[in-house]
């Protein structure tokens, strides 16, 4: 048990606060523009490697126009509904979507200016040369000629729109091209698509660029288009050409007719989402009003959704920069800790019964997850395999080793999440591979999306049947397993299996379960045993024990728990947050949240462990899980956190995993009212960088060393 502290003394008036006040909370969405600002700072900043500097670049786009699909989208079917709603702050829907416009705008200008004034002259500098229309030789200009008749010609589609020819379907985030043609005195417009499967960089031959052997050299496709279109049109005059792109709404609104027809609503969903309505039209700053008003038209939109540019449209494709083979301008490669390596004479479920396993992504193999399930697969003693699938990515081994286990006799039951934004696609194909292979497939809780992340194995051993399970914060995907900061525990607790396998019995049966024994389980006791562990805080505040509570996820704005956390500080709590994206609260207020802590750190890795650590009276608790503190995670999804029953995991997470978070000043801002500033490192004190610490700590690990230490 911890030492009793003094209570603490409550302002009156704090007693008195209206926890609903606008003024104690930060706009959700302006949020998140903070946390994509400080993405950009990445790039920004020499700290980084060149090419991870492009990377960040790549990324802040890439997060922008997922922005735009989801939230800004949402905003304006709003206005088309005609609903008058106030944010969490106070704002109203049109003033919050001028100002979404307005901060966006700048942040897309900084992106330009940080590619043009920095990262495109440091690459030069490098001998990675991206050259502009004039800087072409005439050897370049002949070899680009030929590259478009040879490599790009044969894709383009001219589709013209006037009375005899309907507008074209855009599609989302796709790049085009406005032409405006001219015949004698008549003018036409058309439409070029760029095709997507062509690179956006295109190599120049050093003997066709003028460059020394051992260089690179691009050109943009966008500008090989444009010098050639003309081949496109034979006999008219290419009157302008001007870029392009639409963002688009992709919220996914299945109806749900039924589980027969989900994969067909699915299907038919996507396929209306082609064309659904815009949230951005992004157009070259020099588009003529007459191009710019025929597509404001035929898009049937107004114009404040029109963004001009006088840069290049879509920085997403500059992560192709980042694939390189240029390691020296690259983050350091590091090989990641293998879990089941140091005791190859045992099986797997013998570790695990032996003891808890904890995994921490990227620092720690998936190796791990997929050698757990491939052993399952293969083990003739187990009887049954059963996995959650939200996005597992395009070409994932976990679905052949699914169907092997199926092959060999067991039962393997997968829930396929089929409302997985941005994996649809993928999912379908998915579930439908696995169904063909006898795999039992669901596809949900009706009206909501199942985000836990659970992978249970039943296995008959010589005393009777036992259960395996692996619960993550994070995807069953090898490809963001290496850039995602992930937790996940290997685990034969009972107590622990018994929830586990009720919430696969909900999942796919039905059940009017109200409670869980260990797991906190969302929709259905998450929210409440969430507002219970925190009421217990307050109470051990107020009697004078110790209190605390720490949070890391990725996002803090459900109003309900804001408040509840505001009332934590009132009572006593030390609340340290360390959160990546949006968060709503606001820290220091006077007598409302003085003693909560807001940081959030952006480095190497994006982070998305999720972990809660009460203090509880020197009692401590440390859960792991899928459930990030938004309303949508705690009322309208299938979420599950688990308690860290075993010490030293727990130790660990608390002692040493969390600690450096909250010491980091190297990668961290904190919330000082609504701006996040960087961490001013004094001269003498030590740089602590977390997640290069984690990767010490797990090299040393590896060696057997007692690697990093906190404290």
Known sequence: MMPRSASPTVPESAASADLHAHHLYINRELSWLEFNQRVLDQ???????????????????SNLDEFFMVRVAALLRKVRANVEQLSIDGMTVPALLFEIRRRSAVMMTDTATCWNAR?????????????????????????????????????????????????????????????????????????VKIPPPLPRFIAVPHSRSGRAAGEHTFAFLEDVVRANLGDLFPGMEIAGAHLFRVIRDTDVDVPEEGPDDLLESMDRTLKQLRQAPPALLQVEETMPERVLNTLVENFEVEDDIVMRTVHRLDYSDWMALHRLPLGHLKDAPFVPRVLWGARRDASIFDQIREQDCLVHHPFDSFAA???????ASADPLV?????????????????????AAADAG????????????FDERNNIQWATRLEDAGVHVVYGVENLKTHCKLCLVVRKEADGVRRYVHIGTGNYNR??????????????DAGVLDDVLEVFNSLTGYSR??????????????????????????????AGHAARLIVKNNAVTDPAIIRLLYRASQAGVNIGLIVRGACCLRPGVPGVSDRIHVRSVVGRFLEHSRMYYFENGGESEVYIGSADLMERNLDRRVETLCPVRSRPVAAH???LVLDVYLRDNERAYVLVDRAYHRIERGESEPAIDAQQALLQWHAGASNGEEGFRAG
Do not use: W
């Not at 790039?43 to 990324?59: G, Q, Y």
């Not at 997850?369 to 052993?375: A, I, M, N, P, T």
């Not at 490809?479 to 034969?492: E, N």
């Open 513 to 542: 379960r109200k409670d869980y024994n260990h797991l906190l389980v969302a929709p259905v006791s998450l929210r409440a045993r969430l507002t219970t562990l925190i009421e217990r805080e307050i109470e051990h505040a107020r």
């Open 369 to 375: 997850v997929e050698g757990f399930l491939h052993q």
């Open 383 to 403: 009887l049954a395999v059963k996995m959650t699938l939200y996005r597992i990515g395009a070409n994932s081994p976990l679905i052949d080793t699914l169907i």
């Open 43 to 61: 790039a920004m900043s020499e700290a980084h490697p060149l090419l991870e500097r492009v990377k960040f670049l790549a990324i802040v786009c």
């Open 410 to 421: 067991k039962q393997v039951a997968v829930l396929v999440e089929l409302k997985a934004r």
């Open 653 to 655: 997470l608390r002692e």
């Open 119 to 191: 990262l495109r002259q440091a690459l030069a500098e490098q001998g990675v040369r991206i050259l502009e229309p004039d800087d072409y030789t005439a050897e370049t200009q002949r070899y680009l000629a030929a590259y478009f008749r040879t490599q790009i010609y044969p894709l383009l589609t001219p589709l013209a729109f006037d009375p005899g020819h309907p507008f074209p379907v855009i599609s989302n985030c796709s790049q085009n091209f406005a032409v405006v043609v001219r015949q004698g005195r008549r003018t036409r417009f058309a439409r």
């Open 479 to 492: 490809i963001t397993s290496q850039v995602y900061t992930d937790l996940g525990i290997f685990t034969a």
